[in-house]
């Protein structure tokens, strides 16, 4: 199977895909029209996407921010751990990565990269994952796209949860950072991403950097 984006909802095909691990940052509250001071909504919304995902490794790893909003921390980490507990999954690593330490009065300035399996999951044990704390800082803006994360994120996961030519599924592809770095590690991908304007930002992303890695095969053809 070739790797590929889908224009598209991840409830149209999610039950129908094949792959061996998810990984995954879904949307905020505002995103999908949810309230911050109602997350309990946020939570089905969780639960109804990963209630349907199958990967064969069993593992699911998500990554993102708990939030300030209106004076109080919104824990969205506490509800995606609630939220698959209710699915029957254990919480296998909870990371933390460090994006600054500078102050921020209105973001919180680190991220949660949280995985969850059942059973006994197949970890290869990367020395890049160990480490319970990350320092990999911000994620590039690619064209103005705010909700990026470092590549270096993605990579350390999928190093510790695949093998190469694995599938690497990501139900929210966004910028197409999981795309990226499953391509830098010789895994294949499955993308879906909703927004139309998302998608083409993260398929001019996935073919500039294929151009440019295939620029440099070549420039090293040339040197030989």
């Not at 939570?43 to 990967?55: G, K, M, N, S, Y």
Request: charge should be positive; include cysteine.
């Amino acid at each position: 199977m070739k790797s590929k984006l889908i224009l598209g909802d991840y409830k149209d095909c999610i039950s129908e895909l094949e792959y061996d691990y998810l990984f995954t940052s879904p949307p905020d509250f505002e995103e999908i029209g949810i309230d911050p001071s109602k997350p309990e909504l946020y939570q089905d919304f969780l639960i109804e996407v990963f209630r349907a995902a199958r990967p064969k490794s069993s593992a699911f790893t998500i990554a993102f921010t708990d939030r300030k909003y209106n004076g109080t921390i919104v824990p969205k980490s506490s509800i995606l751990k609630h939220s698959m507990s209710c699915l029957g999954y254990n919480l296998l690593t909870h990371k933390i990565w460090v994006k600054t330490d500078k102050v921020d009065l209105y973001r919180l300035t680190y991220g949660n990269v949280m995985t969850f399996g059942k059973g006994k999951v197949k970890q290869y044990m990367s020395k890049e994952f160990k480490p319970d704390v990350w320092f990999d800082g911000y994620g590039e803006k690619y064209k103005k796209y705010s909700y990026g994360m470092p590549i270096s994120i993605a990579k350390r996961c999928i190093l510790n949860y695949t093998k190469e030519n694995d599938i690497v599924y990501d139900p929210f592809m966004g910028s197409g950072t999981t795309a990226i770095a499953s391509e830098k590690l010789g895994r294949r991908w499955l993308g879906i991403e909703l927004s139309e304007n998302y998608f083409k930002i993260a398929n001019d992303r996935i073919k500039n950097f294929r151009d440019s890695n295939l620029q440099t095969k070549l420039d090293f053809i040339k040197d030989d």
